[in-house]
């Protein structure tokens, strides 16, 4: 059965919050002992071309990844890939989720991202069973699902280019006369507020993720966003339970003014999900990325920062000099945030930053200072501003110093069919011509001084593509 995936390329990408180490981090920060990542099961439901599990494969080499997807010529597509990588920790078929083989065996991590939205009862429904027959005992599950109240508006812009586009049966017609529509709208709006903000979004995700999104995400035959006790119910009746999200960031009330924290917390004392149903209410949530465990896990709330001693944190963020009232601004480039920080924050920042793209052990940040849970709580602030990234697997990179310098082999192979490259932290990145030409030659084979006589400002480039994460670590890193 060709599918409208099979009609239109869906280019599936890197979704860092899916990625075991977060799940896992997650998981720890609350209680729990999930498997580790290094030797896990993942599977990825509607996996599409492999944008996601494939790297996650390559950087957890003795995990084991089980892909799949409706759609057979897109996963035709990553088995062409994955077998030109040499990855033998992946198996990818195209399979119906209702098809799910029951003697498929357990799963440490499940990940459904951008699924369950998109597709009819009959497979939501196929999805639930799914992780309640195959997800391990300890394990940890992703889903990810357009949420209400925020999506309310999305119908808006579904409903006008249906209506643009009616009568038109032919795919491609139907994609070119819908973001047509939505130029229009974008163009034609002088009214301000959530709806304008809606449209802007809009255009820009085609802008930067291309035309074929919007025939699958907004226009596609399914589009159900629902509402976060409504997935809590469903949840609830496989043997699953909130856990968390996948955004340690999005579960701090960063959205409500701070008179309003309080109903949150009182919420919170009844029950974590009323907490997370009103606060989607209030803040007008549009998207949601949770993660569940089974029924039975002892989650320990609130985070405790002294759970946070066992993991190691990361940083691309920069600080600048102080400001007149004795702060310190910050910019995360990887996350966006900016930020004001005071003086025992900017030092322990600093101090991760220090060894970017690594990530340090809780234990190496200022190790000789006895009150480690001073330490703790600045770090759970930091991480819980988006400023450092927790890790239950330490980030492991080259920093472009190395005289051979030798980029991932995902990122190479990436830029020789000139696509945007994926790094080694899960993330994506475009590359200019002289990179993408860097690249091809950065295959351990070519020295820095071979380099150098063709390449042009060749060190700042190196570290570059080490800051970016795109070089295997050195040996004194691994
Ligand atoms: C919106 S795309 C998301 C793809 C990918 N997970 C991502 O986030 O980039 C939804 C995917 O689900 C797949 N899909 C739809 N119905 C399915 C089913 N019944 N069983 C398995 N996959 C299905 C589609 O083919 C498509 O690749």
């Known amino acids: 059965m060709s599918t409208e995936y099979d009609q239109i390329a869906y280019i599936s990408r890197p979704f860092r919050q899916t990625h075991p180490d977060r799940l896992a981090t997650l998981a720890i920060v609350h209680g729990l002992t999930p498997p580790n990542p290094a030797t896990a099961r993942v599977l990825d439901i509607g996996c599409g071309n492999g944008g996601n599990i494939l790297p996650m494969a390559a950087c957890l080499p003795d995990a084991h990844f089980f892909g799949?997807?409706?759609?057979?010529?897109?996963?035709?597509?990553?088995?062409?890939?994955?077998?030109?990588?040499?990855?033998?920790?992946?198996?990818?078929?195209?399979?119906?989720?209702?098809?799910?083989?029951?003697?498929?065996?357990?799963?440490?991590?499940?990940?459904?991202?951008?699924?369950?939205?998109?597709?009819?009862?009959?497979?939501?429904?196929?999805?639930?069973?799914?992780?309640?027959?195959?997800?391990?005992?300890?394990?940890?599950?992703?889903?990810?699902?357009?949420?209400?109240?925020?999506?309310?508006?999305?119908?808006?812009?579904?409903?006008?280019?249906?209506?643009?586009?009616?009568?038109?049966?032919?795919?491609n017609e139907r994609k070119a006369k819908s973001v047509e529509m939505l130029r229009m709208m974008a163009s034609a709006t002088k009214r301000a507020g959530p709806w304008e903000a809606v449209v802007q979004e809009m255009v820009k995700a085609v802008d930067t993720k291309g035309e074929n999104w919007v025939i699958h995400d907004d226009f596609g035959p399914f589009f159900q966003p629902y509402y976060f006790h409504q997935i809590a119910d469903s949840a609830g009746q496989h043997g699953l339970r909130y856990l968390s999200d996948a955004s340690y960031y999005d579960m701090q009330p960063h959205e409500i003014v701070p008179d309003a924290k309080p109903i949150l917390d009182q919420l919170a004392a009844q029950s974590i999900e009323l907490r997370e149903q009103y606060y989607d209410f209030l803040e007008l949530r549009a998207f949601r990325q949770l993660l569940l465990c089974r029924q039975d896990q002892p989650i320990a709330r609130p985070v405790d920062p002294a759970r946070l001693q066992s993991l190691e944190f990361s940083t691309a963020a920069n600080t600048a000099g102080s400001t007149a009232n004795g702060v310190f601004a910050v910019h995360n480039p990887l996350t966006g945030i900016q930020a004001e920080i005071p003086a025992p924050y900017k030092r322990i920042l600093d101090q991760i930053r220090a060894a970017w793209p690594n990530s340090v052990p809780f234990s190496a940040i200022f190790p000789s200072e006895t009150n480690r849970a001073a330490i703790a709580q600045i770090v759970d602030n930091l991480w819980g501003g988006a400023l450092i990234e927790a890790h239950a697997v330490p980030q492991r990179a080259g920093d472009g110093k190395a005289d051979r310098p030798v980029v991932w082999h995902i990122a190479r192979d990436e830029a020789a069919q000139g696509l945007p490259v994926t790094t080694r932290l899960h993330t994506q990145t475009q590359l200019d011509d002289v990179s993408a030409k860097l690249v091809a030659r950065l295959d351990g084979t070519a020295s820095r001084s071979d380099l150098a006589a063709e390449f042009e400002e060749l060190d700042e480039r190196l570290l570059w593509l080490g800051a970016m994460g795109l070089l295997d670590p050195t040996p004194s890193h691994s």
Request: charge should be negative; charged fraction near 20%.
């Open 68 to 171: 799949f997807d409706l759609a057979a010529t897109v996963i035709a597509d990553a088995e062409v890939r994955r077998q030109r990588l040499g990855l033998n920790n992946v198996r990818l078929e195209a399979l119906d989720v209702m098809e799910f083989p029951e003697d498929a065996g357990q799963f440490d991590y499940i990940i459904a991202h951008g699924f369950y939205s998109w597709v009819p009862d009959p497979a939501r429904l196929a999805m639930w069973k799914l992780i309640e027959k195959h997800l391990s005992p300890h394990g940890v599950a992703y889903v990810s699902f357009n949420a209400y109240p925020g999506a309310m508006l999305r119908h808006a812009w579904r409903d006008a280019a249906a209506f643009h586009t009616r009568g038109i049966t032919d795919i």
